[in-house]
């Protein structure tokens, strides 16, 4: 599942927060038990971004993510090296753009398994730099923990077919 917007556009479900007026060096960890903490979440700088929850495709083989052709008028009508950065470090990978569905692909493999991204976990991806030369991506991963139990049977194989939750 993606959804795309920019900085100032309110994401349509997204709950309008006040931001944290302590540094993010003060900011508690968001994990209770402290094992797994959540990762800092860092302002967006204003650019295009989009979000997605990890489906199967995002995290197993093909190991690809699509991006939203909403951001088709700021990327590359053509296939462009790429790369993903995250707490310091940057993946390479292939933009694949000009074409009906635009992805990342070809590094981004190595991007989900290096950070352990799993089922469920949402990723924010903001449009950095979208020359031919060289596409550039910021990302922010939002530890989702969905149980094994639960990750096994919920669906998700696709972005077409996303893991549903029934309060019933």
């Not at 083989?61 to 990327?75: E, G, K, T, Y």
């Not at 590094?107 to 290096?114: P, T, V």
């Not at 060289?134 to 096994?152: C, K, N, W």
């Amino acid at each position: 599942m993606n959804s795309a917007g920019k900085i100032g556009e309110p994401d349509a479900g997204a709950p309008n927060r006040a931001a944290d007026p302590r540094p993010a060096s003060e900011a508690p960890p968001c994990a209770a038990d402290g094992a797994t903490q959540q990762p800092r979440i860092m302002p967006l700088l204003g650019k295009p971004y989009f979000t997605c929850i990890m489906c199967k495709s995002h995290v197993r083989p093909p190991f690809q993510v699509v991006v939203p052709r909403s951001l088709a008028p700021f990327l590359p009508e053509a296939t462009a090296p790429a790369a993903v950065t995250w707490r310091g470090r940057s993946w390479g990978m292939r933009f694949t753009g000009g074409r009906q569905i635009q992805r990342l692909e070809a590094g981004w493999r190595g991007f989900a398994l290096d950070n352990g991204l799993r089922l469920g976990d949402g990723c924010v991806l903001e449009l950095v730099d979208g020359r031919p030369e060289r596409v550039v991506f910021s990302a922010q991963v939002l530890r989702a923990d969905i149980p094994e139990a639960i990750r096994e049977r919920a669906g998700g194989y696709t972005s077409s077919s996303p893991i549903l939750i029934d309060d019933d």
